[in-house]
């Protein structure tokens, strides 16, 4: 198993250069178990090992980092790769389809340089996981209510939509129709 912390390659690069480089990073592999602690004191299941591609990720990041200019430009990417993610996504959220997924994937974007977006991320796992399970655990027929209800929020919302931005009226046509036929 590699060592925890930055891969040397990385390490010796960023020293070269004047820059030093924890050995121990937040949110890696190789923390000490003390750290691994969750609410209420309870122990975290141990992580299961990387996939070599992120790590390969990890180490390119890492190697970007090492370097002042690099560290700006990515950082300056990510935030307009995420922003472009996110504002498509926030468009899509009234119509049928993957909007909030796009908002949640531009955030995942965004958690890769920022702090707050981690944790926001995090935020909104927690959240969805919780409202899933509680779901989970209700009766079937609460469970096609709250589904009955979700599907009357999305056709009211491309209603409007239609309506305000297209000025189509479906419900209008809709009985218009009815009358005619």
């Known amino acids: 198993?590699?060592?925890?912390?930055?891969?040397?390659?990385?390490?010796?690069?960023?020293?070269?250069?004047?820059?030093?480089?924890?050995?121990?990073?937040?949110?890696?592999?190789?923390?000490?178990?003390?750290?691994?602690?969750?609410?209420?004191?309870?122990?975290?299941a141990e992580r299961r090992p990387r996939p070599r591609w992120r790590q390969r990720l990890a180490t390119t990041l890492d190697l970007i980092r090492a370097n002042p200019t690099g560290r700006v430009t990515l950082k300056i990417f990510i935030a307009i790769a995420g922003a472009l993610v996110v504002t498509i996504g926030i468009a899509l959220i009234p119509l049928p389809g993957p909007g909030w997924l796009l908002v949640i994937a531009g955030l995942g974007i965004w958690a890769v340089e920022f702090h707050w977006a981690r944790r926001l991320l995090g935020f909104t796992r927690r959240h969805v996981h919780n409202w899933t399970q509680w779901v989970k655990r209700r009766s079937l027929a609460v469970r096609f209510a709250l589904g009955a209800v979700g599907m009357v929020f999305v056709g009211a919302v491309v209603w409007l939509s239609l309506k305000y931005s297209f000025g189509i009226d479906v419900v209008a046509e809709a009985l218009h129709y009815l009358a005619t036929h």
């Open 1 to 44: 198993m590699a060592a925890p912390g930055p891969p040397k390659v990385v390490v010796g690069a960023a020293e070269r250069r004047g820059y030093g480089v924890p050995m121990e990073q937040h949110g890696r592999p190789g923390r000490p178990a003390s750290d691994r602690k969750g609410v209420g004191g309870t122990a975290l």
